[in-house]
């Protein structure tokens, strides 16, 4: 049967018509139970040993933009972002006074909403109460920002602090799509971003980009694509966007009908992965970008590229403690959430209570299923057992038929070309599936 090719990819819409996670774990936070899990999380905490990542959650942005599903709300109230920042250096106290000596702290992710949206005299304080009550080891230091409201003294506490990682959310560059999903920013906002990051000693920039929005066509997201590539983005993730008004209020300012079919989602996801990758990019899993000699693109040549909370990822702890409410942490054996009203955060910490309220154990399944789908995604190829190839190997024949993937020994091994079903392929693993559709289209 013919079937549409878009740049190097082929068209199979049915291989694409049931909406699937986006597999930042397995389990799914949509599998997370809504229980008290401080005793669990506290336990978990204090067996830790070794190395550890921090990711920490700043839920407030200047501007809401209307597309966005992140548990964020407004800065508009001075007095509430203190009291939350007063909160969440309780917590750093709590959860840092149960960990053991031995634990190292190696990686530090700022996001949010956008961290910046707390002033950077805040920011400093933030960083210290980590550095006065954690044992930190030389790390990483990475942040989330948005450029439209990135003043000065950003740079200087970036530059103070030592911060070698930024990601700007850019979205699209395109007024008439900027304006239709609620977040104008004219390029000059971005260019004096990215110079005064360089500035201030940061090393890898990362843009994040959009496909599928509102009044977005192809030739809009190249002009995007090549606008990134020729302000030096050292990475780019370039996501589809989610419209699901139903679960987002906020989305149901973007009209329905402006919004580009599946086909066009497609197309663009194809001519701006070969665009990129002309540009001198390298493909890292199946929406993220990186140049040569940057770190992510290393790690997804040497096979180390890991996949988290925050996307792709060369980071190597086998442990992210979430500080801030709703932020995640990820043990071996256990997913947890913190409380995401940040009223009720506060008052748990007070109380010196670990946040945790959400969550999920992993039990063996769990943990050899999510072994699979993190290495489909992250290096497009998996060991698989022959008691998991068995149950899984009839919803495989449509992949296997279309020649997206075959088997090496006891290897499956997705083809060139897979990239777009690549998330598709990983679900016929995940035995939480059941035709749930809260999720994301595939492309």
């Given amino acids: 049967m013919p079937h549409e090719r878009f740049a190097d990819w082929a068209y199979y819409p049915d291989l694409l018509a049931r909406p699937v996670p986006r597999y930042t774990s397995y389990p799914t936070a949509a599998e997370f139970v809504e229980e008290p899990f401080g ?10 040993r070794g190395d550890v990542s921090l990711y920490v959650h700043i839920p ?15 800065a508009n109230r001075t007095n509430r972002l203190a009291a939350y920042l007063e909160a969440l250096t309780r917590e750093i106290e ?7 000596p031995s634990v190292r702290v190696r990686r530090i992710a700022f996001g949010g909403g956008s961290p910046n949206a707390i002033s950077p005299t805040q920011f ?3 960083v210290d109460a980590l550095v006065l009550r954690f044992r930190l080891v030389n790390p990483v230091v990475s942040i989330e920002l948005d450029p ?3 003043d000065p003294g950003w740079f200087k506490a970036i530059q103070g602090i030592g911060v070698i990682k930024a990601s700007l959310g850019v979205q699209t560059l395109d007024p008439a799509v900027q304006a239709a999903i609620g977040r104008v920013q004219p390029r000059d906002h971005i260019e004096r971003a990215v110079d005064g990051l360089r500035k201030a000693g940061v090393g890898s920039i990362n843009f ?4 599928g929005l509102p009044g977005q066509d192809d030739a809009i997201l190249a002009d995007t694509l090549d606008q990134s590539a020729a302000m030096g983005a050292d990475r780019i993730a370039l996501f589809g966007y989610a419209h699901v008004p139903h679960l ?4 149901r300012r973007i009209a329905d009908d402006a919004l580009p079919d599946q086909r066009a989602r497609f197309r663009m996801a194809a001519e701006g992965h070969a665009r990129l990758v002309d540009a001198g990019y390298e493909a890292v899993g199946f929406d993220h970008f990186a140049l040569p000699g940057d770190d992510l693109a290393r790690a997804a040549l040497n096979g180390t590229l890991r996949r988290n909370f925050q996307g792709f990822t060369e980071d190597q702890a086998p442990v992210l403690l979430g500080l801030g409410a709703s932020s995640i942490s990820a043990f071996p054996d256990m997913f947890v959430q913190n409380e995401k009203n940040a009223g009720r955060y506060r008052m748990l910490v007070g109380a010196d209570h670990l946040p945790g309220r959400k969550g999920i154990a992993r039990t063996a399944d769990d943990r050899l299923r999510g072994a699979v789908i993190e290495d489909l995604l992250c290096r497009g190829r998996a060991r698989i057992e022959p008691d998991l190839l068995a149950q899984v190997r009839d919803r495989l024949e449509p992949f296997a038929g279309r020649g997206l993937l075959h088997r090496e020994g006891d290897d499956l091994v997705l083809a060139r070309g897979a990239t777009p079903y690549a998330r598709a392929i990983a679900a016929v693993f995940d035995a939480y599936r059941v035709g749930a559709r809260q999720f994301s289209s595939a492309v």
């Fill in 60 to 74: 407030y942005c200047q501007d809401i933009c209307w597309y966005c599903g992140c548990n964020t709300g407004a």
């Fill in 208 to 211: 994040d980009l959009m496909y």
């Fill in 248 to 251: 987002i209020p906020r989305q």
């Fill in 124 to 126: 400093v304080r933030l």
């Fill in 148 to 150: 439209r409201s990135l």
């Fill in 39 to 48: 005793e669990r999380q506290l336990a978990a905490t204090r067996a830790l």
């Fill in 94 to 100: 709590l959860v840092a006074g149960e960990v053991h």
